[in-house]
């Protein structure tokens, strides 16, 4: 680095970075060594590293469809609620970063404490609601409810990345002629690319993870992997070396997208009006 | 600091999906929680209004009492060791190359992981006979065993959801420092500031909306959090790791008392509600004054 003083390094930063390091991937690969290892061999002697490599959990996650099945919904599920919340989001972002308002402040606010209701209890409103319009068991319900948690958060994020982009570009384009929409989607949206971007990563991971909604949501057609998990559960005993499997794979999806961001993320956001 | 905007209601129309969006899944569940809360349900057509009577049991309610005391010490350790420490590693993160790539991948892989196998990995994981951890912990001679110990698995939890989420806070802190203009260091480095300096008075008050929505966000999650101590420890040995969230839905799915579970849910929700306020409230006031 060639910038003074953000190149001067913290006292031991390599040490704190090679514990956290350890300390992250110590359970990843607790969980990599189990999908390699049978049953028998989980629950009855400790090693190091696995004595023979097994694959046969990961042979019955690809060939069996109810477990396929399972990353299939969740994907579908995961980027309809990413672009939905993105696409929401987008507009009252613009508006929080750009305008006042009557009751801004309160609705910035109040979008937050959406993510505040503790799930026990509003499990069952939820299975009503979208049992009487008629979305059980579809990809849409489960993006739907996930909206609840995502789109605040995405208005946050990406309210601070708007106020990065200087109000003279929207002045100018107004005076050459643009209407909003055109402005919006030809000017502003090319220069918040790097606000999107890591704006669905959010997204993408909270609705990736959560499955008590998910699981209250759907059955069959839209179950979704986290859910297909707890089949592992069985009078046999627990199927620990499916589950690891399983659990290793769901890292890859998300693994991607946080590659693709990675050079946004780099390049620094600030969020939230403060 | 920040400019004055141009006042529009017509911004009111930007905003409309998100609110039609988020009202209709949040506000629809949250009116049928203030139904039930008032009422005693006794079959599926059969209730009875009984006004505050629940609020009043569960105020009451010492259980509750014990679940909340362990909530907040557990809320204020993930917030006491996450922040320092996402900060610390976003500090100490390289900035560009490959090393910052496969950072920030790895940093992110915890968050990653459904949150019933994070419960399932830590339960082999943190076993004396056959998991990594306890394992190694039994081998430096500790007497450790999550499942037996209360203190072991109150810890073991706490580890797991340090595990789990400082890499959130730590990602978000380090977009931040990335969004600091390499001028404000050239200035200081003009001015012989020291290391401390330089993080105290221009990397911090730069933070600061980051980390705000950082606190809140691992306020509101630690206080809710329920799938990982519910998979990893039951709840157990005895109430030791049985937090808010477990001691709700053992009401509400395991005695099946739906009318004081609501009111349980909705005194919840005002907690969390108030002390996010507060601590909104307070973070936007405290070092205003740093900068500008």
């Not at chain 1, 309809?80 to 910035?108: C, E, I, K, Q, W």
């Not at chain 1, 989607?185 to 890591?198: D, E, Y």
């Not at chain 2, 005391?69 to 900060?87: D, M, N, W, Y």
């Not at chain 2, 999550?146 to 730590?170: C, F, G, K």
Request: hydrophobic letters at 55%; charged letters at 10%.
């Amino acid at each position: 680095m060639s910038h003074g003083m953000s190149a001067r390094p913290l006292p031991g930063r390599t040490l704190l970075l090679v514990l956290y390091f350890v300390f992250t991937l110590a359970p990843i690969y607790w969980m990599v060594h189990m999908s390699l290892r049978t049953n028998e061999a989980i629950t009855s002697t400790f090693a190091w590293l696995p004595e023979s490599l097994s694959f046969a959990s990961y042979a019955r996650i690809f060939t069996d469809p109810a477990w396929y099945d399972g990353y299939i919904n969740s994907i579908a599920y995961v980027a309809l609620n990413t672009v939905l919340s993105v696409g929401v989001a987008l507009p009252a972002a613009y508006a929080f970063s750009r305008y006042s308002f009557l009751g801004d402040r309160h609705l910035f606010f109040w979008l937050l404490t959406n993510r505040m209701t503790p799930p026990a209890v509003f499990l069952l409103p939820f299975f009503q609601l979208y049992t009487a319009i008629g979305l059980m068991d579809t990809h849409l319900a489960v993006a739907l409810a996930h909206m609840v948690f995502n789109v605040p958060l995405a208005v946050w994020i990406l309210e601070g990345f708007m106020r990065g982009v200087p109000r003279e570009i929207d002045e100018t384009a107004y005076i050459d002629g643009y209407s909003f929409p055109r402005f919006f989607v030809r000017i502003f949206l090319p220069l918040m690319k790097a606000g999107v971007g890591v704006t669905a990563f959010f997204c993408f991971m909270f609705s990736w993870v959560e499955l008590l909604l998910a699981r209250t949501l759907t059955s069959v057609n839209a179950k979704p992997i986290a859910a297909t998990m707890t089949r592992t559960v069985s009078a046999a005993g627990m199927d620990w070396g499916t589950l690891a499997a399983a659990g290793v794979l769901t890292l890859l999806p998300g693994a991607l997208v946080i590659y693709f961001v990675r050079h946004y993320i780099a390049k620094g956001f600030a969020m939230g009006r403060v | 600091m920040s400019i004055v905007k141009p006042v529009n209601q017509r911004a009111w129309w930007l905003v409309l999906p998100v609110l039609v969006s988020v009202a209709f899944s949040a506000v629809i569940p949250l009116m049928t929680v203030v139904n039930y809360s008032v009422q005693d349900i006794l079959g599926p057509n059969q209730s009875v209004f009984v006004g505050m009577e629940w609020y009043k049991e569960v105020l009451r309610d010492h259980e509750l009492h014990g679940a909340l005391v362990r909530q907040l010490t557990f809320s204020g350790a993930v917030l006491l060791i996450e922040l320092p420490l996402g900060v610390a590693l976003a500090l100490a993160m390289p900035t560009s190359g490959w090393r910052a790539s496969l950072t920030l991948v790895v940093f992110a892989m915890p968050l990653l992981v459904p949150w019933n196998v994070v419960g399932t990995i830590w339960q082999i994981f943190a076993r004396g006979d056959i998991g990594l951890l306890g394992y190694a912990l039994t081998q430096l001679g500790i007497d450790y065993n999550y499942s037996q110990h209360p203190a072991d698995a109150w810890l073991t939890v706490l580890i797991m959801d340090v595990w789990h989420w400082t890499s959130l806070v730590a990602l978000l802190a380090y977009a931040g420092l990335r969004a600091i203009p390499h001028t404000y260091y050239q200035a200081a480095g003009i001015d012989g500031a020291s290391r401390w300096a330089v993080f105290r008075y221009i990397q911090l008050p730069k933070l600061r909306s980051v980390f705000m929505i950082a606190v809140l966000l691992r306020f509101m999650d630690s206080f809710m959090i329920y799938t990982e101590p519910f998979v990893l420890t039951g709840g157990g040995p005895g109430t030791a790791t049985t937090f808010l969230s477990q001691y709700l839905t053992q009401k509400a799915v395991g005695q099946f008392d739906l009318g004081p579970a609501a009111a349980f849910s909705l005194v919840y929700f005002l907690i969390i509600l108030l002390a996010c306020f507060v601590l909104y409230n307070f973070m936007k006031e405290v070092g205003t004054g740093d900068v500008q």
